[in-house]
């Protein structure tokens, strides 16, 4: 009786031990360890398992980041020439827009173009830059086109603001430097426009005039054959 006793006692003494030990939070056997912890990859670390036995890759060829697309003007005097002369704003001139990009234009810009646009920033008055024009510089004869150019890609002492600044806030810069190139000039005050809906500036990259001339011919040959329809029937 004792003995059975003294077995009973020894399993529950065994099966108090086994239960005390277990984690609610992960399971008691591991078949496959690895589905349960990653192994931890150093950032730019050397192993054999990846090409090149290098961690960090480079992105696939031709990918780009989430929320951003390529600008179709190179870098160059021939891009900037077209960019002049072909690129628009999208965004409509509301009171609104403008408003927003005097704020952003204060925070990037004025420090060296002033706050008038005269090329009297801060820094110019201090002499860290010299020779920034002003906006109504007849030499340069800034348009939306030439302003955008500018900011993406950056020109001479004025570095690029593509990665500091969204595509929207690019253009509405655009409307604010336009809108002190007008007050310098002495040109009338430019009428406000209507707010567009959402769809109607959803498309706010830089396109190639060349593309809108093509959907321009596409548009006016559907329109065309669509009369000569309607005159048959």
Not at 137 to 150: K, L, M, N, Q
Request: aromatic fraction near 12%.
């Amino acid at each position: 009786m004792k003995s059975l006793f003294k077995r009973y006692l020894l399993l529950f003494i065994i099966a108090a031990t086994v239960v005390s030990c277990v984690e609610n939070n992960k399971p008691n056997y591991e078949y496959m360890p690895n589905m349960y912890r990653t192994v931890p990859y150093e950032t730019y670390g050397e192993y054999p398992i990846f090409e090149n036995g290098q961690e960090a890759k480079l992105p696939v060829e031709g990918t780009v980041s989430r929320g951003w697309m390529p600008y179709p003007y190179e870098n160059d005097a021939e891009g900037y020439a077209s960019a002049k002369a072909n690129l628009e704003n999208p965004l409509p001139y509301t009171e609104d827009n403008l408003a927003e990009g005097k704020q952003l234009y204060t925070i990037y810009c004025a420090v060296c173009h002033g706050d008038e646009g005269d090329g009297q920033g801060i820094l110019a008055e201090r002499e860290k830059i010299l020779g920034i024009p002003a906006y109504d510089d007849a030499g340069r004869a800034i348009t939306e086109g030439s302003v955008y150019h500018v900011m993406y890609y950056g020109l001479n002492n004025m570095g690029s603001y593509a990665s500091q600044t969204s595509i929207e806030e690019r253009w509405l810069i655009d409307h604010y430097v336009m809108n002190l190139k007008d007050q310098l000039a002495g040109n009338p005050e430019r009428e406000f426009e209507e707010a567009a809906s959402f769809n109607e500036v959803e498309n706010i990259i830089p396109a190639v005039n060349a593309d809108k001339e093509m959907v321009s011919k596409e548009t006016s040959t559907t329109s065309s054959e669509e009369e000569e329809n309607q005159n048959e029937e």
